[in-house]
């Protein structure tokens, strides 16, 4: 079955940088757009990042425009969000995302807290 393994959340001070990788099994990963999501407490699931199979191609966020990068190693099976200045605004669950045949399968979240 569809399964992922999410890590590299933490808490890191405002500025700083953080990695996160989602690595992925069940299905032919360099098939399917990944894409990584975010859920702050009280607000709805956010789309901040997507990528193509190939990784040709990405898609971002307006406010994390700059700042995040999200690419790929199909080699590995995983996808990757590069985040740099991280703002306390940032702060949410993340949540790694890919879709097909209808359904949506979602990782288990990694918490990222941006906090002096």
């Known amino acids: 079955q569809v399964q992922f393994v999410e890590s590299g959340g933490g808490l890191v001070q405002p500025g700083g940088s953080l990695r996160l990788s989602c690595a992925a099994s069940?299905?032919?990963?360099?098939?399917?757009?990944m894409a990584w999501y975010r859920q702050a407490p009280g607000k709805e699931r956010d789309m901040v990042a997507t990528i193509t199979g190939t990784g040709g191609s990405t898609t971002y966020l307006d406010s994390v425009k700059g700042r995040f990068s999200i690419s790929r190693d199909n080699a590995k099976n995983t996808v990757y969000l590069q985040m740099n200045s991280l703002k306390p605004e940032d702060t949410a669950v993340y949540y790694c995302?890919?879709?097909?045949?209808?359904?949506?399968?979602w990782g288990q979240g990694t918490q990222v807290t941006v906090s002096s």
């Open positions: 995302k890919t879709r097909f045949a209808f359904v949506a399968y």
């Open positions: 069940g299905f032919v990963f360099s098939n399917y757009v």
